[in-house]
């Protein structure tokens, strides 16, 4: 696996070995001591997710305050523009951002962890997003951070007719949102 350090280097991006022959292809998605060496400690995943979603889709920018769910995210089916923004306020990189293209054709995955918010904008007629997480969904925690924010300036490919839930539209501005230390 290939481990790129991004802007904000505690967000990965991993690129797996791809094994292609005259039959298909086969890949590691995950590997538990691989992706300890990557990241750097052991890892415990809890939960798969897995969504749909259509062109113009935005989802997110989602984060747990109390219980943090970092995540392993990858596509399987399109192509999506993945963001993490850093929401530490002791990080040299908060309130900064970082975005990916990950689809089944580049096979990357994006390493979220503690400390940020997550989002993705698909970009494909569809796209199918699996991701892991480190701890179970706990809706007393759930924060959205507006995608839309100029303090974040994410340069999301496409800012028209896109399509996202209520509770996404009205997402905390960062200068009002429950953070971390």
Do not use: C
């Amino acid at each position: 696996m290939n481990v790129v350090r991004t802007a904000i280097p505690e967000v990965l991006l991993l690129q797996p070995v791809v094994h292609q022959d005259a039959r298909g292809y086969f890949l590691e998605s995950y590997n538990r001591q691989t992706f300890a060496a990557a990241v750097g400690r052991d890892v415990t995943f809890v939960q798969d997710n897995h969504s749909r979603s259509d062109r113009r889709v935005l989802r997110g920018l989602h984060y747990q305050i109390q219980r943090p769910q970092e995540k392993l995210v990858r596509v399987v089916a399109g192509e999506i523009f993945d963001v993490a923004v850093d929401l530490r306020t002791s990080s040299p990189t908060f309130g900064k951002w970082v975005g990916h293209l990950l689809s089944s054709r580049n096979m990357a995955m994006t390493w979220v962890p503690e400390g940020f918010a997550h989002g993705f904008l698909v970009l494909s007629d569809y796209a199918e997003v699996i991701y892991k997480t480190t701890d179970h969904r706990f809706p007393e925690a759930e924060r959205v951070l507006l995608w839309s924010d100029a303090a974040l300036g994410i340069d999301w490919p496409i800012r028209e007719g896109l399509v996202m839930s209520a509770r996404d539209q009205a997402g905390s501005l960062l200068r009002d949102a429950e953070l971390y230390e």
